[in-house]
């Protein structure tokens, strides 16, 4: 059990997704994750509006369990922690200060508070997890404090990078600390995990700065208000966009909760800087020229219930386009919702905005690294070993061909989807097993994990509609004595009158024929069940979900009603 | 009513929308119609096929529809055609010889032969449609005999032009006939209606021939099977991948019902030519060394339904997945499309096939017009009012602005939407009035007409789930007797056992309720209806779709029960 010349990688999110990335790591008895992040839910799961890994492995080798580093504060890498905490005892959790301050509140509302310790790490330092020794590496992606990590184990050093790009000029003057990754390369480095969420883009992603020169160019010429939306997570950008109110002599109003909190607690924090007075609140928007004013909001991935969404469909309560409003989307659809940010723009043109948007606008950079970076990450940690994550599929597979170019031996690169299970030596790796590693459903608004089978059952309504029927019988199911019929959502030229009296003499012949049956071994309610299924379907060419209530009468009512 | 000095546009479809392109334009006592397409569905209407226009103001003014012409033959062009024939009796129709032999076995296929005349057009010709003279003339895109069209009218001429790009190297060498423009631009252009599908896009599209190069390199270097996927509409490049493949020695399958349809259709009609012996049946594939099979597919689109969706999940009856096969993605996925091409190309990736796809990979370009091509049409065109046609709200606007940098006063460029009429006469342009404009909606496996009220009832269940209530009661419905309950797709903590419980005794209090209620004005159902609704919103925090099923015993059976 304590064999410490094998360590195994067991991605258990983000690995054939985007999201919820969470990584376990295990050496002899110790098990280190990286990350516990949430994931969004397909179109195909209605009602559900998170999505959070299985944690079975981790549950039922909870003793190994010994802590959870955090890389940066994205909800796709910390919003899982609560769901984890509920369900596994995790002692520490170290992270950067800001990642620690956005987790803080986060476990407050959840109840979670003090169930674990949370260490503030600083770049460059050591901590001792276990057999695991964990060098927290500054990087650059779009929120401030974010790290890479140099994990030294007893077999060889693991880089896992985080989300990262090479941003040269970062807007807090924060630079990757390549010297640190040097180091540990020059010590050999075993295994790499690479960040592939943009390994489908050919070059260099921009530094954030480049934003600042059409942003501020906007904000130069816009005459009347301006309006921004981009991540509530993206606080380099937040902290641009300030900044160019403030050069330009502009109040900001905040709208999105997610948005405010950051802002706040960026401040707090002293991420950012700003003068009180700055932020104004929606009511005072009224009383300022409209030059003077820009609103920030949420609602960049055109999401229903954002405050831009609202204000470009004519919902929101305080504020309404004005003709001659600038609209910026500083921000890219992420795969999936491209329609309803496009259904956002389209409104806001409707009502006279002028929006700027689209990958030539020049309003928004990736916070992800493209190939040629992904390159530079190989060549600066020349791996043995090489696994990529952060991504689909197909990125995955394609970062593996650029590890290929890059000199890793194709023998030695591993496409890993969640659940698998790598078992590296100083020499060797492979895949070896697979654990638990399905996705659990969170109906957010009240916390609750959704079952599958109701998912099947929303999904089966939504194809072909409902239909109830309500029955009653005599105590021997012979006879029938009052029958109900309802439909919702059955799409027939039929009336719903019609239907149901076609049902009621079907259900007729079903009960004699289950009288006549000598076998009665099936259950009388899943008879008629069955029976009113094949009928609806042959009849009607639909299979709607069927509801049966059966109403059976006891012995001495029998007399009276039949 | 005969005023012969205005013309009237009234777009019916395809304005402020991609798809079901609809355009009515009136003079005197004269409707004529430019295409009749149609739509596909939002992720916001489950269940739906086909999204058409709504026909109204044709079917109210009957009388007055001459003919319809049809610019190319691509679905969202004529595709409405026999929900149109069923409405609107339209004596006439004209169009290119490719899509009337489209549009005959549709119109066998709904019964509607013989209902309409159609008249095959060629290049040049010109038709007198009661006060309008429409010429046909040659344009380029992504289907051989598309056309643009001048329409001679009292007041001046219109030019619709159709969807268009300049392909300078058409594949089949039918180059775009300029000059007829030209002529009737030294008459003097009054509007010019122009598709806006890619006026987001700068520069020019480049020639369908430029696909040629990438595609003979994929075929020349695959070692393996080469599936392709495009639209099935896209025939010259169905054209290019069935030469590749006669070049490069492969035989080829078609899979998809509409593709075959096509490109039998196609070579019947003398638009592509191939030897017989090229194209094979599934069950020889097996029989075939991988290097000489080419399986061409439609699901360019992650279409659930597809052969190419199927073959990636490995749910093909026929075709497997064969690690080392090459997957050629020629076309790019429609806005709403990207997540399951996205899925479809991940699928295909983890079974080992080689993906090339997205929009740097050379195997795709548009069959529509980008920004510069836009500006040569208007500069071709020099038209005093501009009216931007195919296209979301947002392309349209952005089409007018680059109208107004070609010239085109501001005061003469209209961003309508479908149902809007603008009234032109030599010299004004003025928007009007509104006709009816709505959409019908089409579950097109039973054709039939779907009710937006069925649709609200879908996405009712969809979001919280269904409750069903069956009760009976006495007579005066001052007792209950009985009570079922059942849910669906309901996400609560209580079991549905308990839930059932608590919502008895509640009504057995709203009985009492009702009971004492000295206003009586209100039935007996909706109250329970209404009191059970706001009960389990207050309790649960939900909004089920709930359903009362109440039996109400007749006098004579009370005793006995209660």
Redesign the interface.
């Known amino acids: 059990m304590t064999d410490k010349t094998t360590v195994k990688v067991i991605p258990l999110g983000g690995l054939?997704e985007i999201g919820k990335n969470t990584m376990a790591i295990s050496c002899g008895d110790d098990i280190m994750l990286v990350d516990a992040g949430l994931g969004f839910p397909?179109?195909d799961m209605?009602?559900v509006d998170l999505v959070l890994p299985d944690l079975t492995y981790l549950i039922e080798n909870q003793k190994q369990v010994k802590a959870l580093t955090i890389t940066h504060g994205h909800e796709d890498h910390i919003g899982g922690i609560p769901y984890l905490l509920k369900h596994v005892s995790v002692k520490d959790i170290y992270g950067p200060a800001l990642a620690l301050g956005i987790l803080e509140s986060k476990l407050k509302e959840f109840g979670l508070t003090g169930v674990t310790n949370l260490h503030k790490v600083h770049p460059r330092e050591r901590v001792q997890i276990g057999c695991f020794n964990v060098e927290f590496v500054r990087c650059t992606h779009s929120i401030a404090d974010s790290f890479s990590l140099v994990i030294r184990t007893p077999i060889g050093n693991i880089v896992h990078t985080g989300d990262f790009k090479f941003d040269f000029t970062p807007v807090d003057g924060e630079l990757f600390d390549i010297a640190t990754l040097t180091a540990a390369a020059d010590e050999g480095i075993l295994l790499l995990m690479s960040d592939s969420t943009n390994t489908?883009k050919?070059g260099f992603t921009p530094s954030e700065k480049t934003v600042w020169k059409k942003l501020s160019e906007v904000f130069a010429n816009a005459q009347g208000r301006i309006i921004v939306t981009t991540f509530a997570s993206n606080m380099h950008r937040i902290k641009q966009i300030l900044q160019a109110a403030m050069q330009y002599d502009r109040q900001v109003v905040i709208l999105g909760r997610s948005m405010l909190n950051i802002a706040d607690l960026a401040r707090q924090l002293g991420y950012m800087k700003y003068p009180d007075g700055l932020i104004i609140n929606v009511d005072e928007v009224k009383e300022l020229p409209a030059d003077k004013v820009v609103i920030l909001t949420t609602g960049s991935q055109g999401e229903p219930l954002s405050a831009l969404t609202r204000i470009a469909h004519d919902s929101h309560k305080h504020i309404k386009v004005i003709p001659g409003d600038t609209v910026i989307f500083s921000a890219t659809p992420i795969?999936?919702n491209?329609?309803s940010v496009?259904n956002t723009?389209?409104?806001l043109?409707?009502r006279g905005a002028h929006?700027i948007y689209?990958k030539?606008a020049g309003v928004h950079v990736s916070g992800h690294a493209c190939q040629e970076e992904q390159k530079l990450m190989l060549n600066i940690c020349q791996p043995k070993f090489f696994v990529p994550i952060h991504g689909?599929?197909?990125m995955l597979?394609k970062h593996t061909q650029i590890a290929h170019q890059c000199g890793v031996g194709v023998e030695n690169t591993f496409v890993m989807e969640n659940g698998d299970v790598l078992a590296l030596t100083k020499d060797s790796g492979k895949m070896v097993e697979k654990v638990p590693a399905g996705i659990v459903l969170i109906?957010s608004?009240?916390a609750?994990e959704?079952?599958e089978t109701?998912?099947a059952?929303?999904?089966e309504?939504?194809?072909?509609?409902?239909i109830?029927i309500?029955l009653?019988t005599n105590s021997d199911c012979s006879k029938l004595l009052?029958f109900?019929y309802?439909q919702?959502?059955?799409?027939?030229?039929d009336s719903a009158e019609q239907i149901g009296k076609t049902i009621e003499s079907e259900i007729k012949r079903v009960i004699e024929k289950y009288k006549q049956a000598a076998d009665k071994k099936i259950h009388f309610q899943t008879y008629i069940h069955e029976a009113i299924k094949q009928f609806v379907q042959q009849k009607y060419?639909?299979k709607p979900?069927i509801?049966v209530?059966?109403?059976q009468l006891s012995h001495a009512?029998d007399s009276?009603?039949s």
Not at 461 to 466: E, N, R, S, T
């Open positions: 054939g397909d179109e209605p009602g489908e050919a795969p999936g491209e329609r496009a723009i389209n409104a043109s409707l929006v689209g030539d689909e599929y197909r597979v109906d608004s009240r609750w959704i079952d109701i998912l059952e929303r999904l309504i939504v194809k072909d509609g409902a109830t309500a009653t009052s109900d309802t919702k959502g059955l799409i027939l030229t060419e639909i979900l509801q209530i059966l109403h009512k009276v009603l």
